[in-house]
């Protein structure tokens, strides 16, 4: 079926004068025919389709929420991060298809195992603050050993700015103070990553 039809079969009817999967073409035609673009655009304007109203809107962003939480289905106590692409797939359930950074922390055992990730704090398009006291006080909390920083960027440039380079940096002296290790800083989008670890600069 195409992504049209599975949308059609989810709202269930169009409006008098489409059917509801010559609706859903269209609205995806809007969005360049990626269904992932329906996690982008805001709920007020996703009600301004002729036939999508409030009920029909909150099925769509249900059914989209759903399928982020099955690709985040694995118990993150039993992901090992030993590589920038397995810290990726732990937080691109989390960072992708947000319209607003967040900066999210992994904490780690000594063998690298996930212990838990949790948001440390959400901003505006783009940046956000974040406060280096919230994640070592988490990680002592947790008997971390070890950290990944990630955090989004809305616009999808894969690009370090100076902020980026600058709280990597305060974040791995001060967890140095305390014998944390920071493994990797990473910015993520849809589009993929960019590892502060693989491009040696931390």
């Known amino acids: 079926m195409t992504d049209a039809e599975l949308l059609a079969i989810l709202i269930g009817s169009g409006n008098p004068g489409e059917t509801a999967v010559h609706l859903m073409q269209r609205i995806l035609a809007s969005l ?25 809107a909150i099925k769509i962003k249900a059914a989209l929420e759903i399928g982020k939480r099955i690709q985040n289905r694995t118990p ?45 704090s959400k901003g505006g398009i783009a940046a956000t603050t974040v406060d280096i006291r919230l994640i070592l006080k988490k990680a002592l909390e947790v008997g971390g ?10 616009t999808g440039i894969l690009k370090p700015s100076r902020a980026d380079i600058e709280i990597t940096e305060k974040v791995k002296k001060a967890a140095a103070v305390i014998d944390i290790q920071l493994l990797d800083h990473l910015i993520v989008s849809e589009k993929g990553y960019f590892s502060f670890a693989d491009k040696n600069t931390l």
Request: net charge negative.
């Open 32 to 56: 360049d025919n990626d269904m992932g673009n329906l996690h982008t655009i805001p709920f007020e304007h996703l009600v301004k389709w002729k036939g999508i109203g409030p009920a029909k």
């Open 76 to 120: 993150v106590e039993r992901l090992k991060c030993n590589q920038s692409k397995d810290a990726y797939f732990l937080f691109k359930p989390e960072l992708t298809f947000l319209d607003h950074e967040e900066f999210w922390v992994a904490y780690l055992n000594h063998q690298h195992q996930v212990i838990t990730h949790q948001c440390i």
């Open 145 to 154: 050993a070890a950290l990944i920083l990630a955090h989004n960027h809305p």
